[in-house]
């Protein structure tokens, strides 16, 4: 019994587009800084509910991997957990996220919960959860998850 040849990249990114689709809803979030412009579309996980996010799977500046462009955690700890099931598609999938870390504040936010507005503080939240620094010269830094394989682990 032959094992069948492995995926490419490109049929990796559409699977876990594909997976990402399955499991989100179209919604659309306004921000502060941009009262004037519409609404931004984003997707809403169906079980992780309070929780948002813009995934562009492929091109930009990570063309072979999953690019985070926004995320939103209108509910404690939903932030959190979407993260969490973002690295699993991407594991699942063995794709890279990179992102820039671009704190925005959206229109609704509730004023009793605390609002990180600086990249820079912003940053370690990503970092416990497994992101690297991979541009700190940047506005805002540039980070990437990467599962961590036996060979990674071991050459740290």
């Known amino acids: 019994m032959s094992t069948p040849p492995p995926l ?3 049929e990796r990114l559409r699977a876990a587009e594909a997976e990402w689709l399955a499991e989100t809803s179209p919604d659309f979030v306004s921000f502060e800084l941009f009262k004037l412009h519409p609404r ?18 492929g091109g930009g500046e990570n063309p072979e991997g999953m690019s985070l462009d926004m ?5 404690p700890g939903s932030g ?8 699993q598609i991407a ?5 890279s996220i990179e992102a820039d870390v671009k704190p925005l504040k959206p229109t609704n936010w509730n004023p009793e919960r605390r609002f990180v507005p600086f990249a820079r503080l912003l940053v370690p939240w990503y970092l416990k959860r497994g992101f690297e620094i991979i ?3 940047r506005v805002f830094p540039r980070i990437r998850y ?7 682990a071991v050459a740290c």
């Open 135 to 137: 541009d700190d010269d």
């Open 40 to 57: 931004k579309p984003m997707r809403r996980h169906n079980s992780i509910t309070g929780g948002l996010a813009e995934i562009t799977f």
């Open 71 to 75: 995320l939103v955690s209108e509910v």
């Open 8 to 10: 490419t990249v490109d």
């Open 146 to 152: 990467r599962k961590r394989t036996l060979s990674s």
């Open 80 to 87: 959190h957990a979407l993260i969490e099931r973002i690295k």
């Open 91 to 95: 594991d699942k999938y063995d794709l």
